[in-house]
């Protein structure tokens, strides 16, 4: 990844721990998306962005768990240690269309930008909620997370906080890797994600490089409890996959759409 000139601030959260950003992040991933009625994610977004159309009546819901392997640090630092201890994440993304409200498929596009809008994520550490809540108003809360990144599978499995390790069981996926290499990219691509934090939309850019293959939802299952499932609409047989078991990202402040 090309380091661009370096301009980088540092953040004290509300638990002591600075941050230098952009945030340097070192992690193995494994996601589905699903299609989900348009109109009830709609009625979840901010008004700034439209849910992306894929069919009439249709747009899509991602989820992916991630297992951060480094927070924070510089990866040309090879000594050093992250600025965060590594935990896992679920993340519910609505992609989205800003400056695209059309009910038509494929006409969003033209003149819009899309990008993910991060609906849920729950983590595994209070400072890890600190620092999404903090800085990009993230919607982090604590949960109980297993991830299992096997080279037969990725899985991950979510559930309701709770001191003796019982929760109720929210959500689970599973991916299975990629038969063959090909559809694998290893080249920089940049993702958009946007949150809100008090009155503010926020827009962030994430710079992505790695190990990480789209395909066909072979080897992929999702299942979501019944209440989050309605929230969204969504259905359950996943219409792709994405696998990622080596990926390095850099996440850089949020902007607030109007500067943007």
């Known amino acids: ?17 600075e941050i230098d950003l952009p945030l340097e992040l070192a992690l193995a991933m494994g996601g589905v998306t699903v299609p989900a009625r348009r109109s009830r994610l709609e009625a979840l977004l901010p008004d700034d962005l439209s849910a992306l159309a894929i069919a009439p009546g249709l747009s899509c ?3 992916v768990g991630i297992q951060y392997h480094r927070v924070g640090g ?13 935990y896992d994440e679920f993340a519910v993304i609505l992609p989205a269309v800003r400056n695209g409200r059309t009910d038509a498929p494929g006409a969003q596009l033209v003149g819009g ?54 929760g109720r069981e929210r959500a689970r996926l599973a991916v299975a890797p990629p038969r063959t290499r090909v559809g694998t990219d290893h080249r920089e691509w940049t993702l958009w994600n946007y949150t809100t934090m008090g009155d503010d ?20 299952t999702l299942e979501v409890d019944s209440e989050l499932r309605a929230q969204l ?28």
């Open 74 to 86: 510089r990866f040309d630092d090879t000594e050093g240690d992250g600025a965060l201890e590594p």
């Open 201 to 220: 939309l926020l827009r962030t850019r994430a710079e992505i490089r790695g190990d990480i293959s789209f395909g066909t939802p072979v080897g992929a």
């Open 113 to 166: 930008e899309i990008g993910g809008y991060v609906h849920w994520l729950p983590v595994t550490t209070d400072a890890s909620v600190a620092l999404g809540r903090e800085i990009w108003g993230y919607p982090k809360e604590r949960a109980d997370i297993e991830i299992d990144d096997g080279p037969q599978r990725f899985q991950c499995v979510v559930a309701e906080d709770s001191d003796d390790g019982r």
């Open 61 to 63: 819901v991602t989820f």
């Open 233 to 260: 609409g969504c259905w359950t047989q996943p219409i792709a996959r994405l696998s990622g078991p080596r990926v390095r990202a850099r996440l850089h402040p949020g902007e607030p759409v109007g500067e943007a």
């Open 1 to 17: 990844m090309q380091r661009s000139p370096d301009t980088r601030s540092r953040v004290t959260l509300s638990t002591g721990h």
